[in-house]
Structure formats: C-alpha cells, structure tokens
C-alpha cells in the first residue's frame, strides 16, 4: 500500500529532510538509532505482528524452526522500555535516547521484540529486512503450533548460520523476493 510518494527521508537523528508539510511517523527514532550504530545496516523494519507478539510477553523465546527462519537468527533479545524509562511512557520510542537503548539491546542481531510492543528487524538491504519479518512472523506462528503440539526442534547454530547464506545468496532472495511482491500485487523491483 505505499507508494514512493508516501516515503519521507530524515536524518539519523530523526528530523525530516523533507517533510512536505507531513507529521512525521513518530518512532523513526528506532530506524535512525539502529542505522547509527550499526553501518552495515541500510533498512530497519518495525511492525507489531500479532503472531510475534507473545514472544515478548512471556519468557517463552522465539527461536528459528524451519529453514526459511534462519534469517531471523540464532538468539532474538527482548527489550522493554521501563528498564531505563520507567513506566511513564506510553511504550513508542519517542526520542534517539530510547531509541539508542533499544539498539544496545539489539546487539549485532537481526531482530527484537518489544515487551507488549511489537519488533525491530535489521538488514543490510530492504529485501533482507523485508525477507526476515516476514519470516519472523510465520516461525512465531509454526512455533507456537509446534509448542501446543509438543516440544520443537530447533534449528543448530551451523544450520542457521548455512542456510541464512543461502536464503541471503543472490538467487534465493531474487525467487522469495518476487514470490512475495506478486503476493503483494506489486511489480518486483
């Protein structure tokens, strides 16, 4: 649903470079403050998918179960605001210094959860950020099925790390790309 002349570009620190007139989103903070921290980072994904939700509830983690879900890495931390804020804040990363403590949180990571929030994934390019909160979303749905049902098998370390180059290597990410933009109804670019 957005369109190119939906996007507004702002500094790191969260001011507009071109508001055209517009309120800007107001957690962009996290986006800048990830960005700072990590340069290797082009494309920060906040959402508040239902199905991942649960995860930053409980002390129940969110962990890679299915080869597409290597992307979302081996350990997900859990951030909560009135750690360093305390409880009066409506719980949006309203500035850089909350945004600057999330990141700390997020590590060299590729996504975290938000206690009663929501998430935060990382990628070098937008198609891999894009990629991981996709799948973020359906292993925290198969995980909790797999969890109702019984005890899940996880994914290794070596087998996150082996399939995650494959999932990011140039012909997988092309094919999972398109999939998902003709899902979208949109022309992929």
Known sequence: MVELDDLMEFELGGRPLNGQ???????RFIHGAVMEARPEINAV?????YDVLPFGLTDTPLKPLIHTASVIGEY???????DKF????????????QGRDLTVA???????????????????????????????????KIQTVAMAM????????GE?????????????????????????GVKPV
Request: hydrophobic share 45%; net charge negative; proline share 4%.
């Open 106 to 140: 997020l590590e060299g990571n590729t996504c975290l959860l938000m206690r009663g929030h929501g998430a935060v994934i990382a990628g070098k390019t937008i198609k891999e950020a894009v990629v991981t909160s996709i799948y973020l979303m359906i292993n925290a």
């Open 76 to 82: 997900i931390p859990l951030w909560d605001i009135r």
């Open 150 to 157: 019984g005890n899940p098998v996880y994914l290794s370390a």
């Open 86 to 97: 305390g409880d009066a804040t409506d719980m949006l990363v309203r500035n850089m210094e």
């Open 45 to 49: 994904v906040h959402n508040h998918a």
């Open 21 to 27: 007139g517009r309120t800007p989103y107001g957690e």
């Open 160 to 184: 996150i790390e082996n399939m995650t180059n494959v999932q990011f290597s140039p012909l997988a990410m092309d094919r999972m790309w398109e999939a998902f933009c003709l899902r979208a």
